[in-house]
C-alpha cells in the first residue's frame, strides 16, 4: 500500500538512524552525481568539437559559467532556506505553517526567475567580458547563455521544489527529477551540436529542455497524491514574516553557491592575467571537477538534513546527536576516497574532457594542488549542513562567507603577487592561485569544526522548545 503522509513523518521520528540516512542519502547522492552531467556532458561534447574550437568553447563556458551559478544559487536561497524551516514545522506538527512557507518559496521562485532573466540576458556581453573573456571566448559564451537565460524559470522551480521533495522524506521521488532532466539532457546533446551543427547553442537548448521536463515532474509531484505539502491559493500570498526566515537560513546555502561564481571569476581572470586561453580553461575544468567530487558530500548531507530538522523540531536530541555522527563519519569517508583519486588519477577526470596536450598538461598539474585540500571537506560539509538543518541562520551565514569570501578569494588575490614578486621556490603566478584552495579549505574545516563543537553543545541540551524560525 502506499504510504500515507504521517506514516512518512513517523519513519523521520522512529526509523533507526542509520538505516534512514542511508535509504535518504544514497538517492540524494546519486541525484547530486546526476545534476552534475547536465555541465559535464555539455563540456565533454563541447571539448570535442573540431580544432582549436573545442578549447576555446571550453574556455567560453568556463566563463559563463558563473552566471549560470547565480541562478542555481537564488534556487538555492529560496528551496534550502525554505525546505529546513518546512521540515521543522512538520516535526512540531504544525503542518499549515509548513505549507505557508512552501506556497511563499513557490511565489519567490517565479517571481526571481522573471527578474534574473530580464536583468542578465542583455547584460550578459558585458558581464562575460569582467570576466575574463578574450575575443576568441567571448562569442562561445554569449551563445550559450543567449538560449540557456530564456530557461530561467525552469531551472529555479526544478532545483528549488526539489528541496521540499527531500524535506518531506522522498528522496527517490528527488532523484527521480533530476535523473529524468539529465537522461533528456544525454539523449539532446549530441543531436543539437552535432547533429543540428548548433555547437554551444545547442548545449544550452538541450539544458534547458531538460530542466523544463524536470520542472513538469516537480510541479506534477505537488499536485499529486504522495506530497504532504500541498499547493494552498491563501498560501501563495508572500508574507515578510514567512520569507525573511527562509531568506536568512538561505543566506547560507546561497552564499556557499554564489560564491562560486565569485571564485570562478576571481580564478578566470587570474589565469588569464598570469597564464592564458589554456590556464583559462584548464582551471575552468580543474573546478568543475572539484564541484562534481563535492556532490557526494552534498548528496549525502542533503540526504540527512531532513532527519535532523524534522527530530529538531520533535526534540528528539539522542536522535539528532546520533544523525550527526553518522554524517561526520560518512562525509569524512567519502571526502579522503576523493582525495585518494584525484592524487592517483588525476588524468582520468582531465581525459574526459579535451586530449589536447597542453590543457591535459595543466590540468592534471594544477588538479593535484587545487584538490589537496579536500580531504577535510568532511568536516566542514558536515558541520555546516547540520547547523542549515538546525535553522541556525547567523553561524551558517558566517561559516558559508568564512571559506570563499573570507579565505579563498582574499587569498587568490594575494599569493599570485606574493609569489610573482619574491619569486618563492621558483613558483609561478598560476600557482599561486592553485595553491589558494587548499589552503582556505583546510583552515575552513578547522575553524567550522570547532564553531559547531562549542554551539551544538549548547543547542542540543537545552531542554523545552527551542526552535525558533528567527535562530
Given at each position: 500500500?502506499?504510504?500515507?503522509?504521517?506514516?512518512?513523518?513517523?519513519?523521520?521520528?522512529?526509523?533507526?538512524?542509520?538505516?534512514?540516512?542511508?535509504?535518504?542519502?544514497?538517492?540524494?547522492?546519486?541525484?547530486?552525481?546526476?545534476?552534475?552531467?547536465?555541465?559535464?556532458?555539455?563540456?565533454?561534447?563541447?571539448?570535442?568539437?573540431?580544432?582549436?574550437?573545442?578549447?576555446?568553447?571550453?574556455?567560453?563556458?568556463?566563463?559563463?559559467?558563473?552566471?549560470?551559478?547565480?541562478?542555481?544559487?537564488?534556487?538555492?536561497?529560496?528551496?534550502?532556506?525554505?525546505?529546513?524551516?518546512?521540515?521543522?514545522?512538520?516535526?512540531?506538527?504544525?503542518?499549515?505553517?509548513?505549507?505557508?512557507i512552501f506556497g511563499n518559496?513557490?511565489?519567490?521562485?517565479?517571481?526571481?526567475?522573471?527578474?534574473?532573466?530580464?536583468?542578465?540576458?542583455?547584460?550578459?556581453?558585458?558581464?562575460?567580458?569582467?570576466?575574463?573573456?578574450?575575443?576568441?571566448?567571448?562569442?562561445?559564451?554569449?551563445?550559450?547563455?543567449?538560449?540557456?537565460?530564456?530557461?530561467?524559470?525552469?531551472?529555479?522551480?526544478?532545483?528549488?521544489?526539489?528541496?521540499?521533495?527531500?524535506?518531506?522524506?522522498?528522496?527517490?521521488?528527488?532523484?527521480?527529477?533530476?535523473?529524468?532532466?539529465?537522461?533528456?539532457?544525454?539523449?539532446?546533446?549530441?543531436?543539437?551540436?552535432?547533429?543540428?551543427?548548433?555547437?554551444?547553442?545547442?548545449?544550452?537548448?538541450?539544458?534547458?529542455?531538460?530542466?523544463?521536463?524536470?520542472?513538469?515532474?516537480?510541479?506534477?509531484?505537488?499536485?499529486?497524491?504522495?506530497?504532504?505539502?500541498?499547493?494552498?491559493?491563501?498560501?501563495?500570498?508572500?508574507?515578510?514574516?514567512?520569507?525573511?526566515?527562509?531568506?536568512?537560513?538561505?543566506?547560507?546555502?546561497?552564499?556557499?553557491?554564489?560564491t562560486e561564481s565569485l571564485?570562478?571569476?576571481?580564478?578566470?581572470?587570474?589565469?588569464?592575467?598570469?597564464?592564458?586561453?589554456?590556464?583559462?580553461?584548464?582551471?575552468?575544468?580543474?573546478?568543475?571537477?572539484?564541484?562534481?567530487?563535492?556532490?557526494?558530500?552534498?548528496?549525502?548531507?542533503?540526504?540527512?538534513?531532513?532527519?535532523?530538522?524534522?527530530?529538531?523540531?520533535?526534540?528528539?536530541?539522542?536522535?539528532?546527536?546520533?544523525?550527526?555522527?553518522?554524517?561526520?563519519?560518512?562525509?569524512?569517508?567519502?571526502?579522503?576516497?576523493?582525495?585518494?583519486?584525484?592524487?592517483?588519477?588525476?588524468?582520468?577526470?582531465?581525459?574526459?574532457?579535451?586530449?589536447?596536450?597542453?590543457?591535459?598538461?595543466?590540468?592534471?598539474?594544477?588538479?593535484?594542488?587545487?584538490?589537496?585540500?579536500?580531504?577535510?571537506?568532511?568536516?566542514?560539509?558536515?558541520?555546516?549542513?547540520?547547523?542549515?538543518?538546525?535553522?541556525?541562520?547567523?553561524?551558517?551565514?558566517?561559516?558559508?562567507?568564512?571559506?570563499?569570501?573570507?579565505?579563498?578569494?582574499?587569498?587568490?588575490?594575494?599569493?599570485?603577487?606574493?609569489?610573482?614578486?619574491?619569486?618563492?621556490?621558483?613558483?609561478?603566478?598560476?600557482?599561486?592561485?592553485?595553491?589558494?584552495?587548499?589552503?582556505?579549505?583546510?583552515?575552513?574545516?578547522?575553524?567550522?569544526?570547532?564553531?559547531?563543537?562549542?554551539?551544538?553543545?549548547?543547542?542540543?541540551?537545552?531542554?523545552?522548545?527551542?526552535?525558533?524560525?528567527?535562530?
Amino acid at each position: 500500500m502506499p504510504q500515507t503522509g504521517n506514516a512518512k513523518e513517523n519513519i523521520l521520528g522512529t526509523a533507526p538512524i542509520g538505516r534512514l540516512i542511508v535509504k535518504m542519502s544514497v538517492p540524494t547522492i546519486v541525484a547530486q552525481l546526476i545534476n552534475a552531467l547536465y555541465n559535464i556532458v555539455d563540456r565533454i561534447y563541447i571539448g570535442r568539437l573540431p580544432g582549436d574550437e573545442g578549447k576555446l568553447a571550453l574556455a567560453g563556458l568556463g566563463i559563463a559559467f558563473p552566471i549560470i551559478m547565480v541562478i542555481s544559487a537564488f534556487a538555492a536561497l529560496i528551496g534550502m532556506g525554505g525546505a529546513p524551516l518546512a521540515a521543522i514545522r512538520m516535526g512540531e506538527g504544525n503542518r499549515n505553517r509548513a505549507e505557508e512557507i512552501f506556497g511563499n518559496c513557490l511565489v519567490s521562485l517565479i517571481i526571481l526567475s522573471l527578474v534574473l532573466t530580464a536583468i542578465l540576458l542583455p547584460s550578459r556581453n558585458q558581464l562575460l567580458l569582467w570576466f575574463g573573456a578574450s575575443e576568441n571566448t567571448l562569442s562561445y559564451g554569449s551563445d550559450y547563455l543567449a538560449i540557456y537565460l530564456l530557461g530561467t524559470i525552469f531551472v529555479q522551480l526544478s532545483l528549488g521544489l526539489n528541496n521540499f521533495i527531500t524535506a518531506q522524506g522522498f528522496s527517490t521521488m528527488s532523484m527521480l527529477t533530476v535523473l529524468i532532466g539529465a537522461v533528456v539532457n544525454i539523449v539532446l546533446d549530441p543531436v543539437f551540436i552535432f547533429g543540428f551543427g548548433m555547437g554551444v547553442r545547442g548545449a544550452a537548448l538541450a539544458t534547458i529542455i531538460a530542466q523544463a521536463v524536470s520542472a513538469v515532474w516537480v510541479l506534477l509531484f505537488f499536485f499529486g497524491k504522495k506530497t504532504m505539502l500541498r499547493v494552498r491559493r491563501e498560501a501563495l500570498r508572500i508574507k515578510a514574516s514567512v520569507m525573511l526566515p527562509v531568506l536568512s537560513l538561505g543566506v547560507s546555502p546561497f552564499i556557499m553557491q554564489s560564491t562560486e561564481s565569485l571564485v570562478q571569476i576571481t580564478f578566470t581572470a587570474g589565469m588569464q592575467k598570469y597564464g592564458n586561453d589554456d590556464y583559462v580553461g584548464a582551471i575552468a575544468l580543474i573546478i568543475t571537477c572539484m564541484q562534481v567530487v563535492m556532490m557526494p558530500l552534498m548528496g549525502y548531507s542533503q540526504g540527512a538534513q531532513p532527519i535532523v530538522s524534522y527530530n529538531y523540531g520533535a526534540q528528539q536530541y539522542d536522535r539528532v546527536k546520533k544523525c550527526f555522527q553518522y554524517m561526520i563519519l560518512g562525509c569524512s569517508g567519502i571526502a579522503i576516497f576523493c582525495w585518494l583519486f584525484v592524487q592517483l588519477f588525476p588524468e582520468t577526470l582531465i581525459y574526459l574532457f579535451n586530449d589536447d596536450p597542453t590543457l591535459v598538461e595543466i590540468g592534471v598539474y594544477g588538479i593535484r594542488i587545487f584538490m589537496f585540500g579536500i580531504f577535510m571537506s568532511g568536516v566542514q560539509n558536515a558541520c555546516q549542513s547540520t547547523l542549515v538543518a538546525l535553522g541556525q541562520a547567523k553561524i551558517s551565514m558566517f561559516l558559508a562567507l568564512l571559506r570563499k569570501i573570507i579565505l579563498l578569494i582574499p587569498l587568490a588575490l594575494i599569493l599570485p603577487v606574493l609569489i610573482t614578486h619574491t619569486g618563492l621556490f621558483g613558483l609561478s603566478g598560476t600557482d599561486g592561485l592553485f595553491l589558494a584552495e587548499p589552503v582556505a579549505d583546510i583552515l575552513a574545516a578547522v575553524t567550522t569544526g570547532t564553531v559547531f563543537w562549542v554551539k551544538s553543545r549548547k543547542l542540543l541540551q537545552t531542554k523545552g522548545s527551542t526552535v525558533s524560525e528567527n535562530a
